[in-house]
């Protein structure tokens, strides 16, 4: 069994992850956009159609699902300002997450379509 790492979400850390997920939302992307121009390219004919488009659609799903993570990264964000700027009171600690938050966070790190195997390591 591998030694898996807890988050203590300390604001080097939670942006660490965060950069981490977002890196990988970006390669996700890109390929998905890559494979679907791929595809266009190769279409020739209508009939091309009924081969090519399921491709085609499963890319586009691909693309729509890196959209809400990316939204869902941007709540984290948000979240994590708020958290340590405080208004400008106090020094910066741990962060605290809602338990809606930290489900965010959690279907963020341990999504199964992640190819990357870089958040292996972290438990929340």
Excluded: H, W
Excluded at 32 to 43: D, E, G, P, V
Excluded at 92 to 105: A, H, I, M, Q, V
């Amino acid at each position: 069994m591998k030694d898996r790492k807890n988050i203590t979400l300390e604001v080097d850390s939670a942006i660490a992850l965060m950069q981490e997920i977002y890196n990988d939302i970006v390669e996700q992307k890109n390929t998905a956009s890559l494979i679907m121009k791929k595809m266009l390219s190769f279409m020739k004919d209508a009939e091309d159609m009924s081969v090519i488009g399921p491709v085609i659609k499963e890319q586009q799903k691909i693309l729509n699902e890196c959209t809400e993570k990316k939204i869902s990264l941007v709540k984290l964000q948000n979240i994590l300002l708020k958290q340590t700027q405080g208004g400008g009171k106090g020094p910066l600690g741990k962060l605290t997450l809602s338990d809606e938050d930290r489900e965010l966070l959690d279907k963020l790190v341990n999504d199964p379509k992640n190819d990357d195997k870089s958040f292996e390591n972290y438990q929340l």
